[in-house]
Structures are given as C-alpha cells and as structure tokens.
C-alpha cells in the first residue's frame, strides 16, 4: 500500500484566499484525522472521521476551517478565508481497529 | 482536559543509551504511544504500551510506565545516528482521542 497520501506537499499562498487540502486514506482504514502542527502549539486533532462521518469537530479553530469526507478514499480540509496565522503542517492520518495512526507526509501551509 | 509534557531537547552520542521522558495529567489515559518524526515527514508509531503494563521490550526500544506518577519514558539502546528525530509520547482514554507532547528533538552524535 503506499500508505496515506496528501496534496498538495506545498502550498503558499495569500491572505483570503481559499485553501483546500486533500487526503487518500489507507484502503480499509475505518477513521480519518487531521491533524495541524505548529512550533507554538504542537500537534493538534482538528477533526476525526469514522465511516466518513465527522465524529469530533472540537479541534476545528473557527468557521473558516471545514472538512468533508465524501467518501472511504478521500477527505478534504478546506480553509477560506486564509490567514497568517494559518501558516503550520497540516497532516492527515488514518487507522483501523487497531487504534495505530498512519501519518501522511503532510501538507505545509504558507499564508502570506 | 489530558495534558502530555516533554523534555524539548536530547543530545547523545552514538552508541549510548537515549532516555525520553513524559508526563501526562489524566489517570485515565488507557493508551499510551511513542511516535517518531523525521525531517519533513509524518509521524510513525514506534511502539505503545497499554496503562495495564509497566514495561514493554521491542528490539533496541524500552518502554516503561509509572502509572502512580504517571511517567513514560523511552530508552534506546545502542543509539545510532538514523535515530536521530523527534519523539512524541501521546496519551488518551481513546485510541483516536490523543494528545501529543510537544516533542523531543534527540541529536545523536557521532
């Protein structure tokens, strides 16, 4: 499997503008998360999917921040209007049963 | 709310051992991993240990767990200079529901 796969890699873009984030999940994998990454802040859980349903939002910093999971293959993370203090990692993971997180290389966001 | 704290920083030379240490608030935390990141990648699961453990071996890697301080630590032995990453222990009372320290950087010197 080539396990989770994000894009794009790099995004730099400017402020306002609308940001979207994509992510495969491994085949079979039940749950799907996003995660962002910041030096101040850390690893944070923005959002956790099971069977494509959103189960825990709680992360998500405001309204500008959505996510869809349409279906088992794909997920969103979309950002709109873009701030600077956007700018961080944002990774997607994805798990089945057994509780182990498969990280994807992450998407690394630039908002000038 | 859970909150996991970690040392940011370790520097060892190769071939000793490397001790990681973490703390974590919530005494119901059942789940308890180490993951590892390197440059410009996701984080991988190195190994877990359920709060029903007190040590748990896995090659180079142990882990142990002081459930009455609520201590997680991480030992390497025979450090290399691949194992140069960063270190996240990560707790929770769900397996999807973790928090993530905030990382120790371990710089393996030659």
């Known amino acids: 499997d080539a396990g989770v796969i994000q894009s794009p890699r790099h995004e730099v873009t400017e402020m306002g503008q609308e940001v979207t984030l994509r992510c495969k999940p491994i085949s079979g994998h039940n749950s799907l998360f996003w995660y962002r990454q910041t030096m101040m802040r850390g690893l944070e859980l923005l959002i956790y999917?099971?069977?494509?349903?959103?189960?825990?939002d709680s992360g998500m910093p405001e309204d500008r921040f959505s996510a869809k999971m349409p279906n088992a293959s794909f997920s969103t993370l979309k950002i709109q209007p873009s701030e600077p203090r956007d700018s961080a990692v944002y990774f997607c993971?994805?798990?089945?049963?057994?509780?182990?997180?498969?990280f994807g290389e992450g998407s690394r966001l630039t908002v000038l | 709310g859970e909150d996991v704290e970690q040392s940011l920083f370790l520097s060892v030379r190769e071939g000793d051992s490397s001790v990681i240490n973490c703390t974590y608030t919530d005494s119901s935390s059942t789940y308890l991993y180490w993951y590892k990141q390197e440059p410009g990648a996701g984080l991988q699961l190195l190994t877990y240990i359920f709060s029903n453990m007190d040590m748990k071996q896995d090659q180079r890697l142990t882990v142990l767990l002081n459930k009455k301080d609520k201590h997680l630590s991480l030992r390497i032995a025979d450090t290399q200079t691949g194992d140069s990453a960063i270190y996240f222990c990560a707790a929770g009372d769900s397996s999807y529901k973790l928090i993530f320290g905030s990382g120790t950087r371990l710089l393996v010197r030659p």
């Open positions: 999917f099971n069977n494509n349903v959103p189960i825990d």
């Open positions: 993971a994805s798990s089945s049963n057994t509780g182990e997180l498969f």
